[in-house]
């Protein structure tokens, strides 16, 4: 079992930034990627950015050159700073962690960008 723990959402003007963090615990060492989910109001759940363990990264077109990720492994955590915010960027943004053959999700953290 794999808990998650997401802080940093907000409201924010748009052209702003943001930072969230999420903090990995329990059987922790199974984890081979965490990463950055959201959903938006009436559509799918997206990939936003995730890391590998061994440091490469993906991101979502929409965000590549605004957002960057990254892992603390000495603090389990795994950080999206957001920067440049759209409007479109508002939803709920959900940290996961692939562990073996299953995924676990954090309660998920709200942005709000205003234009």
């Known amino acids: 079992q794999v808990q998650l723990v997401e802080s940093g959402g907000g409201l924010v003007q748009a052209g702003g930034s943001l930072r969230l963090s999420c903090v990995a615990s329990?059987?922790?060492?199974?984890?081979?990627?965490l990463g950055w989910y959201r959903q938006a109001p009436g559509k799918q759940r997206e990939l936003v950015a995730v890391?590998?363990?061994?440091?490469?990264?993906n991101y979502a077109d929409s965000v590549k050159g605004r957002f960057s990720i990254s892992r603390d492994n000495a603090e389990n955590t795994v950080i999206l700073q957001m920067n440049s915010l759209k409007p479109e960027d508002t939803a709920v943004y959900f940290c996961?962690?692939?562990?073996?053959?299953?995924?676990?999700w954090g309660q998920g953290t709200q942005v709000t960008v205003s234009s």
């Open positions: 890391v590998f363990n061994g440091g490469r990264t």
């Open positions: 329990g059987s922790i060492f199974g984890i081979y990627r």
């Open positions: 996961n962690a692939a562990w073996r053959s299953a995924d676990y």
